[in-house]
T-cell receptor, first 114, second 112 residues
Framework: QKEVEQNSGPLSVPEGAIASLNCTYSDRVSQSFFWYRQYSGKSPELIMSIYSNGDKEDGRFTAQLNKASQYVSLLIRDSQPSDSATYLC??????????????FGQGTILTVHP | DGGITQSPKYLFRKEGQNVTLSCEQN?????MYWYRQDPGQGLRLIYY???????QKGDIAEGYSVSREKKESFPLTVTSAQKNPTAFYLC???????????FGPGTRLTVL
């Protein structure tokens, strides 16, 4: 099993719909998770972080973490064409003294069409 | 991109040449990281450094080298030993206890 794996996509949703992005992780990844958005040709930007079981909401974005099932998801409500990007899931490596060391999933391409 | 600069933005290299990618930060962050991204792929860690004069190999360090002589700078050298260096290279910093990695704008390296 890959340490962090995202549903392959690409994902296409109509404007105004809910986009659902999913990610599963292995035991080598700790309980800290991050969602990054990356526009084509640009660097990733952090949009959500989540550490505890349950939901975390920030505007139109909701991150969900389920430690028992080892998955983390990102919901985007009222999707806009400007949300069209690649979304990267990342988990912080477990154990050791290497803080901030992240493992990334392969990314999911989201397209929001008008 | 906030305080992290990478240069050049585009770099072309002939096979057999070594090239050095620059990463400079003025955020006073302790840790710095180098990632490689291939088309349709996530980021893979090459090297990272948590303090000056110390660095560790990431998952794909073969064919790369780094130095960390000062806190602000973490250059990456892509050597001729790297078999497939064409990729998008990203430098990042991390401030402990903020749980946030900040990325530079990236360098796109193409081997001709």
């Amino acid at each position: 099993q890959k340490e962090v794996e995202q549903n392959s996509g690409p994902l296409s949703v109509p404007e105004g719909a809910i986009a659902s992005l999913n990610c599963t992780y292995s035991d080598r990844v700790s309980q800290s998770f991050f969602w990054y958005r990356q526009y084509s040709g640009k660097s990733p930007e952090l949009i959500m972080s989540i550490y505890s079981n349950g939901d975390k909401e920030d505007g139109r974005f909701t991150a969900q973490l389920n430690k028992a099932s080892q998955y983390v998801s990102l919901l985007i409500r009222d999707s806009q064409p400007s949300d069209s990007a690649t979304y990267l899931c990342a988990g912080e490596n477990a154990g050791g003294t290497s803080y901030g060391k992240l493992t990334f999933g392969q990314g999911t391409i989201l397209t929001v069409h008008p | 991109d906030g305080g992290i600069t990478q240069s050049p933005k585009y770099l072309f290299r002939k096979e057999g040449q070594n090239v050095t990618l620059s990463c400079e930060q003025n955020l006073n962050h302790d840790a710095m990281y180098w990632y490689r991204q291939d088309p349709g792929q996530g980021l893979r860690l090459i090297y990272y450094s948590q303090i000056v004069n110390d660095f560790q190999k990431g998952d794909i360090a073969e064919g790369y080298s780094v130095s960390r002589e000062k806190k602000e700078s973490f250059p990456l050298t892509v050597t001729s030993a790297q078999k497939n260096p064409t990729a998008f290279y990203l430098c990042a910093t991390y401030l402990q206890y903020t749980d946030t990695q900040y990325f530079g704008p990236g360098t796109r390296l193409t081997v001709l």
